[in-house]
């Protein structure tokens, strides 16, 4: 078999899948977040719209997430996730535009859990697409990068938002509703490009050769537990090398080689064959299907290549096969648990950062009770705003300056994100580059009170360090499912540690609004982070993720 320079194959594979798929999740992020921006004016614009039904919306978005998480995840290994990923966009921008239509708090809670359930499918899809490229040692990297969208989300989100806002009175909308209406555009577009722009799968890449093909697939599918990669016997004109899969009753893994006695012409004539099936986008790399199944394994065909659909497929049997490892393996449910506590800090964070950044320049992050109203004071309450009047200068000044001020702790979250992964791969190691991070979090949550009352600056610089080590946990936490699990089953233990993932998500937001309702302040709220972030570590650090 010729050298191939693994170097260069893989940038190319990096230029191809990393882009299009760190759009879908910066627009995933942007659509699911930017309500933490459009609530600087909601609540005075529309009256049910206090701190608790702003948490209770936040959380009710990971309400519908956690529903399809696995159901979406399984339609994207039997669709593929070229196909599926458009569906799911063209369904959460619809969903987004509507926001700038509600009126009632039962529209806005039926619109987030809709939208909730229409984004379930769009990571695990951009997981299961990266393993198809990428062997479970390049994953975690791979798809850190991709991952940096939700803290690219933050920081082009608050001047975006800021922006957006300011057409406040234009055309007789408010500026939330143009934010809302905008934002929802982008992921219509980008379903229109991916089916053109996402390469399938290894075997069909038209940025690479055929023979550089057949190297990307065995460099993947070598790192895959269950899979044993058999060199083909050795024969003049011959460059392959056949792949075996262990597991019976089903497709079995298809050879690398065209067949030795036939020589290169043989081997160009059977790529070009299974290149001319990659339009069926059916059943691609899932050529392993049953990995870990029992029984004796089986000759693979000779010279017979994994057929290179759109990167799904699988029979059912398969798929229940999958689920079955996925999710019964008790080490992905304690994963799925730091993932929960995890998320309560992250979505706090995503849903009540502006908030909480309007809250410091104001000098009322520990308490706000002179913005409280008692019982005698409500009929002198200043009544909701006409949605077709423009705010006063000051108070979008303010908000501007808010949303501005919002992107630095993004900032560090990005670097950091991607620093930590690099090194965690590079020390293959995972365990402390997530229960650091995680500590550094919860220090900064501790001290972010005092540092509110000194000032706003340092505020800032406490959330910058808390959104830095929560940020900092994706690579190495995402990727360890895929190191305990064969591709199939650690897709599904993705979507459980997901899901788990989703009730922090549902949590987070919920309990800070209504503790700030209760406190008439942040104080509480910043210190059950503070605890969070600490047990997040503290599991972590106990984790046995030795085999079971």
Same mark, same amino acid.
């Given at each position: 078999?010729?050298?191939?320079?693994?170097?260069?194959? $893989?940038?190319?594979?990096?230029?191809?899948?990393?882009?299009?798929?760190?759009?879908?999740? #910066?627009?995933?992020?942007?659509?699911?977040?930017?309500?933490?921006?459009?609530?600087?004016?909601?609540?005075?614009?529309?009256?049910?719209?206090?701190?608790?039904?702003?948490?209770?919306?936040?959380?009710?978005?990971?309400?519908?997430?956690?529903?399809?998480?696995?159901?979406?995840?399984?339609?994207?290994?039997?669709?593929?996730?070229?196909?599926?990923?458009?569906?799911?966009?063209?369904?959460?921008?619809?969903?987004?535009?509507?926001?700038? @239509?509600?009126?009632?708090? @039962?529209?806005?809670?039926?619109?987030?859990?809709?939208?909730? !359930?229409?984004?379930?499918?769009?990571?695990?899809?951009?997981?299961?697409?990266?393993?198809?490229?990428?062997?479970?040692?390049?994953?975690?990297?791979?798809?850190?990068?991709?991952?940096?969208?939700?803290?690219?989300?933050?920081?082009?989100?608050?001047?975006?938002?800021?922006?957006?806002?300011?057409?406040?009175?234009?055309?007789?909308? $408010?500026?939330?509703?143009?934010?809302?209406?905008?934002?929802?555009?982008? +992921?219509?577009?980008?379903?229109?490009?991916?089916?053109?722009?996402?390469?399938?799968?290894?075997?069909?890449?038209?940025?690479?050769?055929?023979?550089?093909?057949?190297?990307?697939?065995?460099?993947?599918?070598?790192?895959?537990?269950?899979?044993?990669?058999?060199?083909?016997?050795?024969?003049?004109?011959?460059?392959?090398?056949?792949?075996?899969?262990?597991?019976?009753?089903?497709?079995? =893994?298809?050879?690398? @080689?065209?067949? %030795?006695?036939?020589?290169?012409?043989?081997?160009?004539?059977?790529?070009?064959?299974?290149?001319?099936?990659?339009?069926?986008?059916?059943?691609?790399?899932?050529?392993?299907?049953?990995?870990?199944?029992?029984?004796?394994?089986?000759?693979?065909?000779?010279?017979? #290549?994994?057929?290179?659909?759109?990167?799904?497929?699988?029979?059912?049997?398969?798929?229940?096969?999958?689920? $079955?490892?996925?999710?019964?393996?008790?080490?992905?449910?304690?994963?799925?648990?730091?993932?929960?506590?995890?998320?309560?800090?992250?979505?706090?964070?995503?849903?009540?950062?502006?908030?909480? =950044?309007?809250?410091?320049?104001?000098?009322?992050?520990?308490?706000?009770?002179?913005?409280?109203?008692?019982?005698?004071?409500?009929?002198?309450?200043?009544?909701?705003?006409?949605?077709?009047?423009?705010? +006063?200068?000051?108070?979008?000044?303010?908000?501007?300056?808010?949303?501005?001020?919002? !992107?630095?702790?993004?900032?560090?979250?990005?670097?950091?994100?991607?620093?930590?992964?690099?090194?965690? $791969?590079?020390?293959?190691?995972?365990?402390?580059?997530?229960? =650091?991070?995680?500590?550094? @979090?919860?220090? %900064?949550?501790?001290?972010?009170?005092?540092? !509110?009352? =000194?000032?706003?600056?340092?505020?800032?610089?406490?959330?910058?360090?808390?959104?830095?080590?929560?940020?900092?946990?994706?690579?190495?936490?995402?990727?360890?499912?895929?190191?305990?699990?064969?591709?199939?089953?650690?897709?599904?233990?993705?979507?459980?540690?997901?899901?788990?993932?989703?009730?922090?998500?549902?949590?987070?937001?919920?309990?800070?609004?209504?503790?700030?309702?209760?406190?008439?302040?942040?104080?509480?709220?910043?210190?059950?982070?503070?605890?969070?972030?600490?047990?997040?570590?503290?599991?972590?650090?106990?984790?046995?993720?030795?085999?079971?």
């Amino acid at each position: 078999m010729k050298a191939m320079d693994g170097a260069a194959i $893989r940038r190319r594979v990096n230029w191809h899948c990393l882009p299009p798929l760190f759009l879908v999740a #910066l627009a995933c992020q942007l659509d699911r977040s930017n309500l933490a921006y459009a609530a600087l004016q909601l609540s005075s614009d529309l009256s049910f719209f206090s701190r608790t039904v702003q948490g209770l919306g936040s959380g009710c978005f990971f309400v519908g997430y956690s529903l399809l998480q696995i159901p979406s995840s399984a339609a994207c290994m039997a669709l593929g996730p070229r196909r599926w990923l458009p569906i799911i966009l063209v369904a959460w921008g619809a969903l987004a535009m509507c926001f700038a @239509a509600m009126r009632s708090i @039962a529209a806005f809670l039926v619109l987030r859990l809709l939208l909730g !359930a229409a984004e379930a499918g769009a990571y695990p899809a951009i997981m299961f697409h990266l393993s198809l490229f990428y062997s479970p040692r390049n994953l975690g990297l791979a798809y850190t990068i991709v991952a940096t969208a939700t803290a690219v989300a933050g920081l082009t989100g608050g001047p975006l938002a800021a922006g957006i806002m300011s057409l406040d009175g234009a055309a007789g909308l $408010r500026g939330w509703q143009w934010l809302f209406l905008l934002e929802g555009v982008a +992921p219509l577009l980008l379903a229109a490009a991916l089916p053109f722009w996402l390469p399938a799968s290894p075997l069909t890449a038209p940025f690479l050769s055929p023979d550089e093909q057949q190297w990307l697939w065995r460099e993947v599918n070598a790192e895959q537990p269950g899979i044993e990669l058999v060199p083909a016997a050795p024969e003049a004109g011959s460059d392959g090398l056949e792949a075996g899969a262990s597991g019976a009753g089903q497709h079995e =893994v298809a050879s690398l @080689a065209a067949p %030795a006695a036939a020589g290169p012409g043989a081997e160009a004539t059977a790529t070009q064959q299974t290149a001319g099936h990659a339009e069926s986008e059916h059943a691609e790399l899932l050529a392993t299907h049953k990995r870990g199944g029992e029984g004796p394994s089986e000759a693979p065909v000779a010279g017979q #290549l994994p057929s290179p659909g759109d990167g799904g497929g699988g029979d059912s049997g398969g798929l229940r096969a999958a689920a $079955r490892r996925g999710l019964s393996d008790p080490r992905v449910w304690v994963l799925g648990i730091v993932m929960l506590l995890v998320d309560v800090c992250m979505n706090a964070i995503h849903f009540w950062l502006p908030t909480l =950044v309007k809250a410091s320049l104001q000098g009322q992050l520990e308490s706000d009770e002179d913005e409280a109203l008692d019982d005698d004071d409500v009929a002198l309450a200043p009544a909701p705003r006409p949605l077709h009047a423009a705010a +006063p200068s000051g108070s979008l000044a303010l908000l501007v300056r808010a949303a501005l001020l919002s !992107a630095l702790p993004f900032c560090g979250a990005a670097v950091c994100m991607v620093a930590n992964a690099w090194h965690a $791969r590079r020390a293959d190691e995972r365990r402390l580059h997530v229960a =650091v991070p995680m500590l550094a @979090a919860a220090l %900064a949550w501790g001290v972010l009170p005092p540092a !509110a009352a =000194v000032g706003p600056g340092l505020a800032v610089v406490a959330l910058t360090v808390a959104a830095s080590g929560i940020w900092a946990t994706h690579g190495p936490l995402f990727s360890w499912p895929a190191a305990l699990l064969d591709r199939d089953a650690a897709a599904m233990g993705f979507a459980l540690v997901k899901t788990c993932g989703s009730v922090g998500s549902f949590l987070g937001p919920l309990l800070i609004g209504w503790l700030a309702d209760l406190m008439h302040g942040y104080s509480g709220a910043v210190v059950m982070l503070a605890g969070v972030s600490a047990a997040a570590a503290a599991l972590v650090c106990v984790f046995n993720d030795a085999p079971t």
